[in-house]
């Protein structure tokens, strides 16, 4: 099991956890500790931060003895910098499962208070998944009080629905549309056995999808092209299989007393190049009036410092 991140990678194998530090955004006492090794019996807590607007997260693992705070996750060596999208899932999933691996050792702390598979569980997972949160952090808070009992989240997207940025959800039962305003609220939903087909036109960071249903055309404006295109293959193969696709996961290497080769070296992505594209997407949200003048400016201001 590995996960990329900002500065490195981590591994994990049937003899612990190795973080490999690397790269232009890797602290120089991150490069001087690389690699460094925690033995599975020496691991005492994971935890992770999801990444949130222009903070990234971390996933850190902590030996016995280590300080329990996270001052500063960028120079921590036992903390991976965690980016948005597929970083931060992998990373949660990496947390989930050594936290359960943990569980029956004292002293081991779990990477969060839901349980895993739990409703709220797959509402932290879905908003990890999400490339753009802009415009729908009002209703990523509101979300869970508009969730059936039993109802599990899937994907997350913001968009624009009858000039209403918003956010769009797709669950295990419904795609349900979420406006929550400071004067009006507005809720939308299509039950999924009632979507007929769907079309979607993506733009250079953005999209548009067009959801047909039962006497219904559902057109939703300004989402993330990332976003719409993992929510968009879910409906298409719900509608193609009757059923939603499984959704990643990693797998956990099993306890072992044998020798192992020790896990390889990889090198972590180029951090201006993740900078640059993050540019571009702001660039096209204050085009599309998602952002103005002053929160772009801001935006952008925050992303060059990362350079």
């Known amino acids: 099991m590995e996960v990329q991140g900002m500065d490195g990678s981590i591994a994990a194998d049937a003899h612990g956890i190795t973080f490999y530090f690397k790269g232009l955004t890797a602290h120089p006492d991150k490069k001087k500790a690389s690699p ?3 033995p599975w019996t020496a691991i005492a807590a994971v935890q992770f931060r999801a990444p949130s607007g ?7 693992v902590a030996a016995a003895g280590d300080d329990a705070a996270v001052p500063k996750p960028n120079q921590d060596v036992n903390a991976l910098m965690i980016n948005v999208g597929s970083q931060a899932e992998a990373a949660r999933l990496f947390a989930d499962q050594v936290a359960e691996r943990l ?3 004292s002293g081991a702390v779990p990477a969060g208070p839901y349980p895993p598979g739990s409703q709220a569980a797959t509402v932290r997972d879905a908003k990890d998944r999400m490339g753009v949160k802009l415009g729908a952090r009002r209703e990523l808070r509101k979300l869970s009080k508009h969730l059936l009992q039993g109802e599990r989240v899937r994907y997350l997207a913001s968009g624009r629905v009858n000039r209403r ?11 349900l549309l979420l406006f929550h305003g400071m004067v009006r609220q507005s809720l939308e939903d299509l039950p999924l056995d009632s979507v007929t087909s769907i079309r979607e036109k993506a733009g250079v960071l953005l999209g548009t999808l067009t959801v047909l249903a039962s006497n219904t055309t559902l057109v939703i404006t300004d989402m993330s092209k990332v976003d719409m295109k993992a929510l968009s293959n879910a409906l298409r193969t719900r509608l193609s299989t009757g059923s939603l696709p499984a959704l990643p996961a990693l797998e956990m290497p099993a306890p072992s007393s044998e020798n192992d080769d020790e896990p390889s070296t990889v090198d972590a992505p180029a951090g201006g190049n993740d900078v640059l594209q993050q540019l571009a997407r702001l660039g096209e949200l204050r085009e599309a009036g998602v952002l103005s003048e002053d929160e772009f ?6 992303l060059l410092g990362r350079l």
């Open 297 to 302: 400016a801001d935006a952008k201001a925050q």
């Open 103 to 105: 569980a029956s050792r």
């Open 165 to 175: 940025l918003g956010l769009v959800a797709l669950t295990d039962r419904r795609l």
């Open 54 to 60: 222009l903070r990234p997260g971390y996933l850190r």
């Open 36 to 38: 460094r090794h925690i």
